[in-house]
């Protein structure tokens, strides 16, 4: 429960009346709304009266995992938020971090893990809709997008089809929209099996100057609905992504939300004209738990109350009540606070832009949350009303924010990580045929070439688009003008997050996952600027899953303050789990990077005829948990990774000056399959972009490496990077300056990836045939 | 040449085509909104950029009944004007009558974003060496040209098969072609003097070093000419 005492309300609210249709409340019907006895009693002492039904559907969405953190706030508190550069952190739409010349980025990542299971097109593209609307919502508009997803193992017999729906599901949303989808990572692995995620994550950026909140202000301030017509569609959507899935599965569908890219599209055409003409007070995206948690979020911020008239609410099914109308999660709507006196400028816009809007109540100063309808009323019906509306909802909003139950849940040692641990990797003994293991990990679904998935994805929407996916990290060029002056900003983006690291060792892991998405922005030339998560863990009432959250947040926040990259924004998605197996935990972490200028961007891939070096060194072998161990076990076990932040502070500090500088021609860093991996990804990763039948433009590599062995060749030890220089001798001294190992690979050329180890041959590799391997890694899951 | 940029409800790649245009080739150019009366006095090309115009609810017609501007379009097209459609523009185009044929969904049913190799088929007032091999970007849904024989036998002795999809060496092979279009048709001429174009690969995606290309330059350019010619000629 809540650190305060219950408030009484001061008055009885016996004003609230009962709807024709209400189910009568009891705590039975509460606990089919997942409240549970102590929650129902606290709303019932808060309100000094049993809620209403509406009341009761309110108070259930409001107090779930998803909208109120209830679970992970007391966690979330320890993360850094603040910087020079931050505008906005958590808390809002969306974070905001400036860019200079008055000009910010807006971003934010989302989970929509459930819907996509159930639904997977539709729930993907739901959840590209919502984060779409989260940025723009701010002010800002939508310049990349990028998404991270977690499938259940290749064979798993519904892996295919889960992957083909979300795949098409966020092109569908995002190629419509006109956002470009310019990067992301997917990794498969059976704790998905049954509980698939997919995490959105978008960029827009704004004028400084035209930043909007979702804040209510003074009392009379006209309340405005912008957008789709209200549906039956995703009703009690954030109370199911609490619920754990069983395998008797998805009766589920009618929770799924329907989306409407074109209508999205014409959404943030007209917001975007409406915010150039000063017109708001603030601006609320209907997202879960619809037109209740926007109008509640919106108060709250501002002590302030509103009052919404439901018979005004725009609707496109007949009989809808009010539980339905301030439940429904139907896509693109948004709730809009005007200045008094700007409604018919906002409607007028509207207008040309062909979506529906209506003033539908006012901003309040009472600090409650107050509900109108009128029974036997349809609009889509009747044309007149036949009496007065009566009051269905009157709640403090407090009781629905700040007083909102949370919890400090017990937290224990998982007793099964130490068996993990022990597992001696030595036993796996040394390959003889590292050309066949390189191949083998080359086709691994969890390393080979994504551009199965990228190119569904339009990723060079805009013309912006200046390193496409398949790199560490993509680029995008923003041209920016404001009063007269234009200056092009170049931002890059990278997710990722590796839960086998996780499952080892929470905090670490957690830290490895921030290291890793600034280091890909250190190889594109990029100083990280901010950092948005999105923590997917299993049951929070499972005290070593808890544990684990906590440390993974832990971690997240080391390596942030180690990097001065705070994180501004992002969600929690618990209860990931089906059939009480929880998923690898996976805190998924998404980072914007700014690049000082159009000359200082660097692709991963390797050009001809220069010197290859390997920067920063490994701590520790790396096997644990690492790609190549569960190939051979099908387990992650192993030694648990380990991470030298201030060293992998020093190393991407180097990167950025080596590419600002331009001494360096490719940078590449080595994470899942090391470093032959690495190096192959080098040499053929370009191929990745060209048309069908070009090899052209892939380039070979001869290299040295110290000895033969597993912890060399593939073990996954982070702050690692490879680069290609046509000057050495100046990034040696570069490195050696910054207290950065550096060490001499080879050189590159040839159409073969050669590796030796002293006199002898390690591996010699046709490109073709490791191009072949990693073009062919998604075959046996969606075909060829 | 003045260009005008019509603006669809869903049109999407507006902020390129108006970059290649304006910034990269120099041209003054505007944006026309679908509801709006008419072109802008003096337009010389009309662009319709890519997008989703009207959603996934487009239908043969749905568009013309859309607006004025459709109509102002038409006009232009029929005195001899440049107009260049591109991706779903090249759709609009070819729903309202002004290019012959349809694009129906890729043969392999998705989405596919990716660079391709065209051949210029045709000389016009967008493309000047015949042979000439462009690699463009793609990316589209629905590029699958279609049109029956006796249309795309008329087209080929008109000479208006702008583009075809081809390997590197500018052959005609199955495997370059990305969506399956009948005769690896990637674009198409009409009008009354070949003024008018559809494409499907995005050249204003393709016209400066930093986006990965500037093959596609060479029809802005090249029609810029054209125009210069035409109206030092007037």
């Known amino acids: 429960m809540s650190d305060a005492e219950p408030r009484k309300d001061g008055e009885p609210g016996q004003r609230v009346a009962a709807f024709p249709g209400d189910l009568p409340v009891d705590f039975e019907l509460a606990q089919s709304h997942k409240l549970s006895q102590k929650e129902y009693d606290f709303l019932c002492q808060s309100l000094g009266r049993t809620p209403s039904y509406s009341e009761l559907g309110v108070a259930s969405v409001m107090w779930s995992e998803h909208c109120s953190y209830k679970s992970s706030r007391v966690h979330l508190k320890r993360l850094p938020t603040e910087g020079e550069l931050v505008i906005q952190g958590p808390g809002e739409n969306a974070g905001v971090v400036d860019i200079g010349d008055g000009f910010a980025a807006v971003f934010k990542m989302e989970s929509h893990n459930h819907p996509s299971y159930i639904e997977p097109y539709q729930g993907a593209a739901t959840g590209v809709g919502g984060i779409l609307r989260d940025v723009f919502t701010m002010g800002a508009r939508p310049v990349a997008a990028l998404n991270s997803l977690r499938f259940g193992r290749p064979d798993h017999p519904k892996t295919p089809s889960l992957v083909r729906g979300v795949v098409a599901g966020i092109g569908g949303y995002g190629n419509c929209f006109g956002v470009?989808?310019?990067?992301?990572?997917?990794?498969?692995?059976?704790?998905?099996?049954?509980?698939?995620?997919?995490?959105?994550?978008?960029?827009?950026?704004?004028?400084t100057d035209r930043i909007f909140y979702g804040k209510a202000g003074e009392a009379g301030n006209p309340i405005l609905y912008v957008g789709a017509k209200t549906g039956r569609d995703g009703i009690h959507g954030a109370t199911m992504a609490s619920d754990e899935f069983t395998e008797e599965g998805p009766s589920q569908r009618p929770t799924v939300q329907v989306g409407d890219p074109f209508l999205g599209k014409l959404l943030v055409e007209a917001c975007l004209e409406i915010f150039g003409e000063d017109l708001l007070i603030g601006i609320q995206d209907m997202g879960a738990a619809g037109l209740t948690s926007s109008s509640v979020e919106m108060a709250g911020r501002g002590d302030a109350g509103v009052e919404i008239d439901l018979d005004l609410v725009p609707r496109r099914a007949a009989g809808l009540t009010p539980y339905e109308l301030l439940l429904s999660e139907s896509q693109e709507r948004m709730l809009l606070v005007a200045k008094p006196g700007c409604e018919a400028r906002v409607l007028e816009i509207c207008d040309k832009w062909d979506i529906d809007a209506a003033v539908i109540g006012k901003v309040t100063d009472t600090g409650r949350w107050v509900i109108k309808a009128t029974p036997d009323y349809d609009p889509t019906v009747d044309d007149v009303a036949p009496g007065p509306p009566i009051t269905v909802c009157d709640l403090p909003v407090a009781v629905l924010t700040d007083e909102a139950p949370k919890y400090d849940r017990p937290q224990a040692t998982d007793e099964s990580l130490a068996g993990l641990h022990a597992f001696d990797v030595s036993t796996l003994g040394v390959p003889t045929d590292w050309a066949r293991e390189l191949l083998a990990l080359l086709a691994s679904p969890n390393v080979g070439s994504r551009r199965w998935i990228w190119r569904q994805y339009d990723h060079i929407v805009r013309g912006g688009t200046g390193v496409r996916p398949g790199s560490d990290a993509g680029v995008v060029r923003v041209k920016c003008e404001r009063d007269g002056k234009a200056v092009d900003k170049h931002l890059a983006f990278s997710v990722d997050c590796n839960g086998r690291f996780v499952q080892l060792d929470a905090r670490i892991g957690g830290a490895m996952a921030v290291a890793e998405v600034c280091r890909n922005l250190a190889c594109a030339g990029a100083r990280p600027i901010g950092v948005t998560d999105c923590l997917n863990f299993g049951n929070p009432e499972n005290p070593p899953v808890m544990r684990q959250f906590s440390e993974a947040v832990d971690g997240i926040a080391d390596a942030c303050r180690a990097l001065d990259a705070p994180i501004v924004g992002g969600n929690v998605s618990l209860y990931n789990e089906t059939d009480g197996r929880a998923i690898l935990p996976t805190p998924t972490v998404a980072a914007v990077g700014l690049i000082s200028d159009e000359k200082s961007i660097v692709r991963s891939f390797f050009t001809a005829d220069v010197t290859i070096l390997m920067l920063g060194e490994a701590a520790g072998a790396g096997l644990g948990g690492s790609e190549w161990v569960h190939q051979k076990t099908g387990k992650v076990v192993g030694p648990a990774p380990q991470i030298d932040l201030e060293a992998e502070v020093r190393l991407q500090h180097l990167l950025v000056a080596l590419a600002e500088q331009g001494a360096v021609t490719s940078m590449h860093d080595l994470s899942e399959g090391g470093l032959l991996v690495a190096l192959a990804e080098c040499c053929t990763g370009v191929g990745d972009e060209t048309p069908i039948g070009v090899t052209s433009g892939m380039v070979g590599a001869t290299v040295d490496v110290p000895s033969a062995s597993p912890e060399v060749l593939v073990g996954e030890a982070p702050s690692r990077v490879i680069v290609g220089t046509a000057d050495p001798d100046r990034v040696e001294e570069l490195a050696r300056a910054a207290g950065v190992p550096v060490r001499r690979l080879g050189r590159t050329g040839g159409d073969e990836l050669v590796v030796r180890a002293g006199e002898n041959e390690v591996c010699r590799v046709p490109l073709v045939e490791a191009q072949r391997a990693r073009e062919s890694c998604l075959e046996p899951i969606v075909g060829a | 040449m003045r260009a005008a940029v019509v603006l669809f409800p869903g049109s999407n790649a507006d902020t390129e085509m108006v970059h290649a245009l304006g910034d990269i080739t120099g041209s003054p150019t505007s944006l026309v909104w679908h509801k709006d009366a008419g072109l802008p006095t003096g337009t010389d090309l009309v662009a319709i950029p890519g997008g989703f115009s009207y959603g996934d609810y487009l239908r043969p017609g749905?568009?013309?009944?859309?607006?004025?501007?459709v109509t102002a379009v038409r006009a232009h097209?029929?005195?001899?004007?440049?107009?260049l459609g591109v991706c779903n523009g090249f759709q609009v185009l070819t729903e309202i009558g002004l290019l012959p044929g349809a694009l129906v969904r890729n043969s392999h049913l998705r989405f596919e974003c990716r660079d391709v190799f065209v051949r210029v088929a045709a000389a016009g007032p967008f493309t000047e060496n015949v042979g000439r091999v462009l690699r463009l970007p793609i990316a589209h849904a629905e590029g699958r040209y279609h049109a029956d024989e006796e249309t795309r036998a008329r087209l080929r002795d008109e000479g208006r098969i702008a583009f075809q999809y081809c390997d590197e060496a500018g052959?005609?092979?199955?495997?370059?072609?990305?969506?399956?279009?009948?005769d690896s048709i990637a674009g198409v001429y009409g009008g009354p003097r070949g003024n008018v174009l559809g494409l499907m690969p995005h050249p204003e995606r393709a016209s400066e070093p930093f986006v990965g290309g500037d093959d596609g330059r060479s029809l802005f350019d090249t029609a810029i000419r054209w125009h210069e010619k035409k109206s030092r000629a007037a």
């Open chain 2, 77 to 83: 097209a029929e005195r001899g004007g440049l107009v």
């Open chain 2, 62 to 69: 749905a568009i013309a009944r859309a607006g004025a501007i």
């Open chain 1, 180 to 207: 470009p989808t310019v990067g992301g990572e997917v990794q498969f692995d059976e704790s998905y099996d049954g509980n698939i995620l997919v995490n959105a994550f978008v960029c827009g950026v704004a004028r």
């Open chain 2, 171 to 182: 052959s005609l092979d199955p495997d370059a072609n990305p969506n399956g279009s009948l």
